[in-house]
């Protein structure tokens, strides 16, 4: 199994180019399922959970085709099954974003239920109630989601209890192909929920209140191929970002866009960062300086982001000071906490709340990922701390950082991709 090894202890520097966001990309895909006619979809990350949707699209019959640009159009016409197997929904909990699709083009489905999760038990209601809402006749038998409508959904006034991203996406696009006007209220406006919309109403679709908390569709009889290009990965940006931050580095991103990172760029900026951005790059210096400690709770867009709470959990560990974290989305998205006590961090878990008081200096360890920013956390403190950190169990990254590693050695990182690491690896990333 891969491991990192990192050789901790110097600041980042450099310049990179962000990818293509994750979150974007795989509704996207899924919305293929939708199209009469082939769609394009441009700066698809190379990511392990992009594979696995072009591999479940791919078993439904669905034909891909990679261009010179590297840009990846899809066919749906050829579509033969329409189920999803639990094989890889177990692996991948966003596979869950067939089934609008799915039903609404085709009026059947047959989608897993994902199972456990590392962060939280994440539930699938908010999308079974909201297509029930919409005329689907839903039964749930041996771990699956059977799925049926007899002739088109019928648009529905739909109150989402929780925001949910996902949950948004399966029931917009479930609604552009109904018959009549559908309206979500509490809907999540994550930047990659827009860009989903961006790209539903270039297929055709007519979907208004975009980027705001109500969403009307009204719904057409078909939608079309179109080409499109996924927004930057705002997640990947931040991570990167407080790398330069904990490290006491400076780093130039690229192809990003700061304007959907407010409540990240403001917590780096309370914790000693100078960032100046351009309309498509970010750049931030810590000027060399120890970051300070900063308090942040996590919500739904705009707040601060839950996909970003583990990497500033790794800052407040070097912080000057204390800090309190507080998760509002997931009830288990701490499990980075005991690695992170591993590598001399004090903090103090309660309930929620991580407080943290910050350590001058982490010391490397042997430590294990669990989840996709846990893993990312782990990695951001390893190249914090003195000595070697081997992070094991990284698979979980590989699902939603393109190149990590390459990435960092552009940033000057001692970072290395071992299976099995001998004591020469160790001292070889000492460069
Ligand atoms: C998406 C993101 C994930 C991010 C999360 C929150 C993708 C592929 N993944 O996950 O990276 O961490 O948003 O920003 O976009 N809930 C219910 N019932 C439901 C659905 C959700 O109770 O039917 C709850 C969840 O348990 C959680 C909260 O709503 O407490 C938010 O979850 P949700 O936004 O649905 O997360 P995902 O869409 O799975």
Redesign the pocket.
């Given at each position: 199994m891969d491991k990192l090894l990192i050789a901790g202890g110097t600041p980042i520097n450099g310049e990179i180019r962000i990818s293509g966001a994750k979150?974007a990309t795989?509704p996207m895909l899924a919305a293929a399922l939708l199209a009469s006619t082939p769609i394009e979809i441009c700066n698809i990350p190379h990511l392990q959970d992009v594979t696995t949707t072009i591999e479940l699209l791919g078993l439904m019959g669905a034909v891909f085709t990679v261009n010179d640009d590297l840009n990846i159009q899809i066919d749906t016409s050829t579509l033969t099954q329409f189920s999803a197997p639990y094989e890889l929904v177990k692996t991948m909990?966003?596979s869950i974003l067939v089934l609008g699709p799915l039903l609404a083009r085709y009026g059947k489905a047959d989608v897993s239920l994902p199972g456990g999760c590392a962060i939280?038990?994440?539930?699938?209601?908010?999308?079974i109630h909201g297509l029930q809402a919409m005329g689907a006749d839903i039964t749930i038998k041996n771990g699956y989601i059977h799925a049926r409508t007899h002739g088109r959904l019928r648009g529905a006034k739909i109150l989402m209890d929780?925001?949910?991203?996902?949950?948004t996406e399966n029931l917009i696009m479930a609604a552009t192909l109904a018959n009549g006007v559908t309206i979500i209220e509490n809907a999540?406006c994550?930047p990659?929920v827009t860009d989903l919309i961006h790209l539903l109403n270039k297929m055709g679709a007519e979907i208004t209140g975009v980027g705001t908390t109500t969403l009307t569709v009204e719904g057409v009889s078909t939608l079309n191929g179109t080409k499109y290009t996924v927004l930057p990965d705002r997640i990947e940006t931040g991570t990167y970002l407080t790398a330069g931050a904990l490290t006491g580095g400076k780093v130039k991103l690229k192809n990003t866009d700061p304007k959907i990172l407010d409540a990240v760029l403001l917590k780096l900026e309370e914790a000693g960062a100078e960032i100046d951005t351009g309309v498509d790059w970010i750049y931030l210096d810590m000027k060399g300086k120890r970051p300070k400690a900063v308090d942040v709770c996590t919500a739904?867009y705009p707040a601060f982001?839950?996909?970003m709470q583990a990497q500033f959990t790794a800052l407040n560990a070097v912080a000057e000071g204390s800090g309190a974290i507080t998760e509002t989305?997931?009830e288990n998205r701490f499990m980075h906490v005991q690695e992170l006590q591993r590598m001399g961090a004090e903090i103090n878990l309660r309930g929620n709340t991580a407080v943290t008081k910050g350590v001058k200096n982490l010391t490397g360890a042997p430590v294990m990922a669990t989840d996709l920013r846990a893993s990312a956390c782990l990695v951001l403190a390893g190249l914090a701390a003195q000595g070697t950190t081997i992070v094991d169990r990284i698979y979980h990254i590989d699902r939603g950082y393109e190149c990590i590693e390459e990435k960092l050695q552009n940033l000057g990182a001692n970072i290395k991709r071992v299976s099995n690491y001998t004591v020469s690896d160790i001292y070889s990333i000492y460069g």
């Open positions: 979150n795989l909990r966003a939280g038990s994440r539930p699938i209601n908010l999308h929780q925001v949910s991203v996902t949950g999540a994550e990659e739904p982001p839950t996909d989305i997931f």
